[in-house]
């Protein structure tokens, strides 16, 4: 099933760059795809590694002017829609709605609620005092609303939280995707001295061991194994239960057909979303989270980050990050891999001046694209 989920959401960023690279023939972003094609390879050929990333900086340019002015003043109501259509096909290119599932919920329930039990224990803390759910809270979007976080004495990394809800659709996992599936992140946090703070796997375990309730919960759940209580084992617990974590939203019932999901102006901002550009980067079933982007990709953006190269050492991956998800984005603020960004106005902002280079956007547009992106929240708080 994950895979099939990962063929599609590259499936659908390639309909999105084969779009974009039809419309900008030089774009940087085609060498991998005409590497092979095109045996006398040009100097520009050279990098496949760079994600399109070079491709976008005259996009969106075709958007219209009358788009920044207060576009929703002086429309009558009988001009309903008018001109707001937003072609279907060219919609079902860039998203795709959230799946009903990713995991077998009925097949998986031992394993699934060992998890959550899991997450919300802060005894998996070397203090028994934060949990995952203490940086990834259930009631809050799956953030913790904090610029950096909190670890187990009060001490802070260097990156935001992002939402645990729907990351497991992500391409990989973590601001510089070092991990690659929920299931091996989970198990980072319970050893990082400045997050959980647990000293060595064989601690956790022996942790565990002495609480009957897991002892009979890990069994359970892992009913084929001899020695169901290993390290491992609690990230494949805590995956299967962040695997439930999707949280469809308005934008899904528009995607499936419902014209009346969205309002006026909020169909008014996708249209903007999507002529605009912010597309190429945040598209598929997540809105984001399946590629890799250099913030700053058009007008340069000041941060001491390297993010992805950090993790692969290549030279075009400094200050690349995992285009996060926008989904619930409305709830997940603080903004940006250091969270330095306060207001989804603001996000929006440097986003369109940074990767796009678009640098008077209009209060209109602001709007317009915020009203959008929060009908990318859940239609129920998980
Ligand atoms: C002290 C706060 C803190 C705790 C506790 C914590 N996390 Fe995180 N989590 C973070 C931060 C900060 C990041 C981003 C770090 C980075 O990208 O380098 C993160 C990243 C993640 C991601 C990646 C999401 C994405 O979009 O890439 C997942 C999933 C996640 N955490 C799950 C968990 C789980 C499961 C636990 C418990 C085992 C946990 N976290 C405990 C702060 C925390
Ligand atoms: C070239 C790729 C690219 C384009 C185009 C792009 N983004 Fe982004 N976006 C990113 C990356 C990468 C980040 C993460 C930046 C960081 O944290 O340093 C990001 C972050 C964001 C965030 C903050 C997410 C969070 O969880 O903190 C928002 C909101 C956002 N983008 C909206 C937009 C909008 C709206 C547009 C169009 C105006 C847009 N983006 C265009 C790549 C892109």
New binding site residues.
């Given amino acids: 099933m994950k895979l099939i989920l990962l063929l599609l959401t590259f499936f659908l960023s390639s309909l999105a760059c084969a779009q974009e690279n039809a419309q900008k023939p030089n774009a940087a972003g085609q060498q991998a795809q005409h590497k092979h094609e095109n045996g006398k390879g040009s100097a520009d050929h050279g990098h496949g590694h760079e994600h399109a990333d070079k491709g976008h900086s005259g996009h969106g340019h075709g958007d219209k002017a009358h788009d920044d002015h207060g576009h929703d003043h002086g429309h009558g109501g009988g001009h309903h829609g008018h001109g707001h259509k937003l072609d279907e096909t060219q919609l079902k290119q860039f998203f795709e709605p959230l799946p009903e599932s990713i995991i077998d919920a009925q097949k998986n329930a031992a394993l699934i609620a060992l998890g959550k039990k899991?997450?919300l224990d802060p005894r998996?803390?070397v203090n028994d005092k934060?949990?995952?759910?203490?940086?990834?809270s259930l009631s809050n979007y799956g953030v913790?609303s904090e610029p950096?976080?909190?670890?187990?004495e009060g001490k802070?990394?260097?990156?935001?939280?992002?939402?645990?809800f729907n990351?497991?659709l992500?391409v990989?996992?973590?601001?510089?995707?070092?991990?690659s599936t929920?299931e091996e992140?989970?198990?980072?946090?319970?050893l990082?001295p400045?997050?959980?703070g647990m000293p060595s796997e064989d601690a956790v375990v022996k942790k565990l061991k002495a609480i009957d309730e897991y002892k009979k919960l890990f069994a359970e759940a892992f009913s084929d194994q001899k020695d169901p209580l290993i390290y491992k084992n609690?990230?494949v617990a805590?995956?299967a239960?962040?695997r439930t974590l999707l949280t469809p939203s308005r934008f899904d019932d528009f995607l499936k057909g419902d014209q009346d999901a969205l309002n006026e102006s909020e169909k008014r901002g996708l249209k903007k979303f999507v002529n605009m550009g912010c597309v190429n980067c945040h598209n598929g079933v997540a809105i984001g989270?399946n590629s890799f982007r250099k913030i700053g990709l058009v007008v340069p953006y000041e941060t001491s980050d390297m993010g992805r190269f950090e993790v692969t050492g290549i030279e075009s991956d400094k200050k690349a990050f995992?285009v996060?998800?926008l989904r619930n984005i409305a709830q997940t603020g603080p903004y940006f891999?250091d969270g330095s960004v306060e207001t989804l106005d603001e996000a929006i902002r440097l986003m369109a001046k940074h990767q796009l280079g678009r640098d008077h956007v209009g209060h209109g547009m602001i709007r317009d694209i915020k009203a959008f992106l929060g009908a990318l929240t859940a239609k129920e708080a998980k």
């Fill in positions: 899991l997450y998996l803390s934060i949990s995952c759910n203490s940086c990834h913790d950096t976080s909190p670890g187990h802070r990394g260097g990156r935001n939280s992002p939402t645990t990351a497991a992500h990989a996992q973590f601001w510089d995707g070092r991990a929920v992140q989970a198990l980072g946090p319970i990082n400045i997050e959980m609690i990230g805590i995956g239960f962040e989270g995992k996060p998800s891999h």
